[in-house]
């Protein structure tokens, strides 16, 4: 991915865009399936470079075998390796579920906590995840930004920041509020039509303040 310098949105710019997310997603919310924040944490754990259509056909079997976080802390490794080998990056990710569960039980008595930097403790669980899972769960007041975010900030000119983090920290004092609502708002939009590839700008409510012409390519 290569970024070029752009003009960046005005004041007045982000409060128009803020506004056209909200109306257009004005009840958004995660597409992975779960039933409870143990299945939550788990989906997004999985999501990591993979699809949420993926997530979705892979933990149903997975959720039925390990039902409960003693379950997976006490799981054989080559087993959950099996439920979760479609998964990009299986490996890691099945050692990274056992230890999350077994650092749930050890530490937090089996109840998985809501707590940014706690959550930042288990295995497999950076800053994007552990605010996906507050959002998702909490409607927590925190910006989350994955691969879909970070290219719709950028074209729209709302962060020049180079890294996810630093685009988060940008995101969260241009917008101030609804931040969960506009994360998963911007997740939809980048994810079915700011598109990387061959995105679906025809017709685009935000055509307007896009600065993909502006010689930015992503």
């Known amino acids: 991915m290569s970024i070029k310098k752009i003009k960046k949105a005005t004041k007045k710019e982000i409060e128009e865009i803020k ?5 257009h997603y004005p009840d958004s919310i995660t597409e ?16 990591a470079q993979c699809t949420d259509k993926r997530v979705n056909i892979i933990t149903p079997a997975l959720f039925k075998a390990y039902p409960k976080v003693i379950d997976l802390a006490n799981a054989d490794l080559d087993e959950v390796k099996s439920y979760i080998k479609s998964c990009s ?13 077994q650092y749930v039980v050890e530490h937090f008595d089996g109840e998985i906590p809501l ?10 669980v ?3 995840t ?20 970070f290219r719709v900030a950028h074209r729209l000119g709302l962060s020049d920041d ?19 609502l506009l994360h998963q708002a911007m997740v939809l939009f980048g994810r079915y039509r700011c598109k990387a590839i061959n995105p679906e700008c025809e017709g685009c409510f935000l055509d307007r303040y896009c600065r993909t012409s502006e010689t930015f390519k992503v």
Do not use: C, P, R, W
């Not at 506004?19 to 109306?23: G, H, N, T």
């Not at 990710?93 to 569960?101: E, F």
């Open 19 to 23: 506004s056209l997310f909200l109306a």
């Open 32 to 47: 992975l399936n779960y039933n409870n924040l143990y299945e939550l944490l788990i989906s997004v754990m999985l999501s």
């Open 89 to 101: 990056f299986y490996n890691n990710k099945a050692k990274n579920l056992i230890k999350m569960a």
């Open 115 to 124: 707590e940014q930097k706690e959550l930042m403790k288990l295995a497999g």
């Open 126 to 128: 950076g800053q994007k």
């Open 130 to 149: 552990a605010n996906v899972v507050m959002i998702e769960y909490t409607g927590a007041n925190v910006m989350a930004v994955d691969t879909h975010v």
């Open 162 to 180: 180079k890294t996810a983090t630093k685009t988060e920290e940008t995101l969260s004092k241009k917008f101030k509020t609804n931040l969960h």
